[in-house]
C-alpha cells in the first residue's frame, strides 16, 4: 500500500508546484498604482427635468469621447438635483468601451462600468468630482482605481487620478 501511495502523492506534489509557478509566472498585472490623466468631451443625447419650488430634478443619457490615458467613448445615465442659486448634485452611471493605458505604456482593449458623483457650487463655477470604476471585461477585467475630474468648460472633463491591475492567476482567465 505505501509503494502505492508515495507515487500519488508525489504527482499531486508537483501538480500543485506547476499551479502556483505557473500562475505566477502568467499572472496578469502587477499591481501596481499607474497615474492616468486626460479629457473627455461629452454631448448630452437626451434629458428631462421637472421642478418643484426652488429645486430643480434633472435626468438624461450622454455620449462621450476620452483622451489620454483611457481612450475611447463611453455612454451614461445621469440625474442632477439642484437648486435655483446654481448649486447641482451629479450622479452618473457611464459604460466605457475602449483602450486604457497599462503600467508598461501597453493599451489594454476591454469595457468598463464607471460611477461618477460630483457637484457645481454655482453657476459661475466648474462640475468637480470622483468617479470609480466598478466593474471591467476583456482586458480591463482586473482593472480597479479611481480619478477626479473638473469641468472647466461646458461638455468637456480633465481628469487625473489611479488606477491598477491587479495580478490574476492564470485559471481566473476561463
Not at 35 to 54: H, N, Q
Not at 97 to 107: A, K, L, N, S
Amino acid at each position: 500500500m505505501k509503494t502505492v501511495l508515495l507515487p500519488i502523492v508525489v504527482v499531486v506534489l508537483l501538480l500543485v508546484t506547476g499551479i502556483v509557478v505557473w500562475s505566477v509566472m502568467f499572472a496578469s498585472g502587477n499591481g501596481e498604482p499607474i497615474p492616468v490623466e486626460g479629457s473627455w468631451t461629452y454631448e448630452i443625447t437626451s434629458s428631462s427635468s421637472t421642478g418643484s419650488g426652488d429645486k430643480l430634478f434633472m435626468n438624461g443619457t450622454d455620449d462621450a469621447t476620452w483622451e489620454g490615458s483611457f481612450e475611447g467613448t463611453s455612454t451614461g445615465r445621469f440625474t442632477e438635483r439642484g437648486e435655483a442659486s446654481g448649486y447641482r448634485i451629479y450622479e452618473e452611471k457611464l459604460s466605457f468601451e475602449g483602450t486604457v493605458e497599462d503600467e508598461e505604456g501597453r493599451r489594454r482593449q476591454g469595457t468598463l462600468e464607471i460611477r461618477c458623483e460630483g457637484e457645481r457650487v454655482d453657476r459661475n463655477s466648474p462640475w468637480e468630482g470622483t468617479c470609480e470604476i466598478v466593474e471591467g471585461d476583456g482586458e480591463l477585467a482586473n482593472l480597479h482605481g479611481s480619478i477626479t475630474f473638473t469641468s472647466p468648460e461646458t461638455l468637456l472633463a480633465v481628469y487625473s487620478g489611479q488606477i491598477q491591475f491587479e495580478s490574476k492567476p492564470f485559471w481566473r482567465f476561463w
